[in-house]
C-alpha cells in the first residue's frame, strides 16, 4: 500500500476534536508506539508496560485520561490490534488489559514504516503538527524515543495544514514593545530582539488565528510553560500560575511563582489585547487546573 494512504489513515482517525477541544489521546499512543518500534523493530506494547508513559504522556502534553481508552479503542481506526493472552475480544477494562493485552500496529502498516524512515517521520510530523505547537515537538519526540531528525528537513507539512502568516512575530512583537507580556524581559543581542517569541494563545493548530489578539510577546522559558499549561490568562488580563507547578528554588519563585495574579504588560496603545475567547480556550484546554491562588 502507498505511503500516502496510511498518512490519510493515521490523519482521519476517530478524534473527539470538535468546537476547538483537545483529543491527543490516540495521537499521543501511535507516536509512542512509533518510538517503540524504531528502536526494536517492533511496534508491540503490552498494556501493563506502557500504562504509565501513556499516563504520563496524557498528563504532560494533553488532559489527564485513563491510558485504557486510547489503547482499546484506537482498533477502531483499522491499524491497531490489541491482543490477549487467551484471544479473547478486548475491551477498555483496565483490569483486563492489565491481565496480559499486547497492542501493536498492523502487521501491514508495521511493515510499511519499517520499509520506510520517511513514512514514520511524516506520519510523526502530521501528528504533531496537527496536535501540538512547536514549542513542544522536541520534548514531545524525546519523551517518546523517537528521532526524525535525519529526515526531518525533507518532509513537507500536510498540505491540509493552513499557511502561517510569516509578519506573526513581527507584529506580536512591536505590539508589546518587544517584552515579555508576564515577566518584562526585554533583551537585545546588536539591536535585535532575542529571547522572545510571539504565543499563539489560541493554538494555531486548533484554528488559532495569526493576529495581535490571539498572540502573546512572551520569553522563551514563558513561552514552553504557557504550551504546557503552567500558565494561563485570567478575565481579567492577569498571569495565572497552576498549582501542579513545583519549584523551590528562588529561581522558580521569581520566575513562576511571583506571576500569580501578576497585571499582563499591555500592547502599546492602538493594538488590540488578548481576546476573551482565546483566552477562554487556553484555560480550558490547555492549563493544568486549579490555578495556584484557589488551589
Request: net charge negative; glycine share 8%; hydrophobic share 45%.
Amino acid at each position: 500500500m502507498d505511503g500516502s494512504i496510511w498518512i490519510e489513515r493515521v490523519a482521519a482517525i476517530n478524534q473527539h476534536r470538535g468546537n476547538g477541544k483537545r483529543a491527543p489521546h490516540k495521537p499521543l499512543l501511535i507516536l509512542l508506539a512509533l518510538g517503540q518500534l524504531q528502536r526494536t523493530g517492533s511496534s508491540a506494547l503490552a498494556f501493563s508496560d506502557v500504562e504509565q508513559p501513556l499516563g504520563d504522556l496524557l498528563t504532560e502534553f494533553g488532559r489527564p485520561a485513563n491510558p485504557e481508552y486510547p489503547f482499546h479503542h484506537l482498533q477502531s481506526d483499522g491499524f491497531w490490534v490489541v491482543t490477549t493472552l487467551d484471544g479473547s475480544p478486548t475491551t477498555a477494562s483496565k483490569a483486563a488489559l492489565r491481565a496480559g493485552a499486547i497492542g501493536a500496529f498492523t502487521p501491514e502498516f508495521e511493515s510499511a514504516l519499517l520499509a520506510s524512515p520517511l513514512l514514520i517521520a511524516q506520519v510523526a510530523s502530521l501528528l504533531l503538527g496537527r496536535e501540538f505547537p512547536e514549542t513542544l515537538h522536541r520534548d514531545l519526540l524525546d519523551a517518546v524515543g523517537l528521532d526524525i531528525t535525519l529526515v526531518e528537513p525533507t518532509i513537507e507539512r500536510a498540505a491540509a495544514l493552513r499557511r502561517r502568516d510569516p509578519k506573526f512575530r513581527q507584529d506580536v512583537l512591536f505590539a508589546y514593545g518587544e517584552q515579555c507580556a508576564f515577566c518584562g524581559f526585554d533583551g537585545l543581542l546588536q539591536r535585535a530582539a532575542v529571547g522572545l517569541e510571539a504565543a499563539h494563545v489560541r493554538w494555531w493548530s486548533f484554528d488559532g488565528p495569526d493576529t495581535v489578539e490571539n498572540g502573546l510577546c512572551l520569553c522563551s522559558i514563558h513561552h514552553k510553560l504557557f504550551d504546557l499549561g503552567a500558565l494561563t490568562v485570567t478575565d481579567d488580563h492577569r498571569v495565572a500560575v497552576s498549582g501542579h507547578f513545583r519549584g523551590g528554588s528562588p529561581s522558580s519563585d521569581v520566575l513562576v511563582h511571583a506571576l500569580d495574579g501578576r497585571p499582563l504588560i499591555e500592547p502599546i496603545a492602538g493594538r488590540a489585547r488578548v481576546a476573551g475567547e482565546h483566552a477562554a480556550w487556553h484555560r480550558e484546554q490547555v492549563f493544568k487546573e486549579p490555578a495556584r491562588s484557589a488551589a
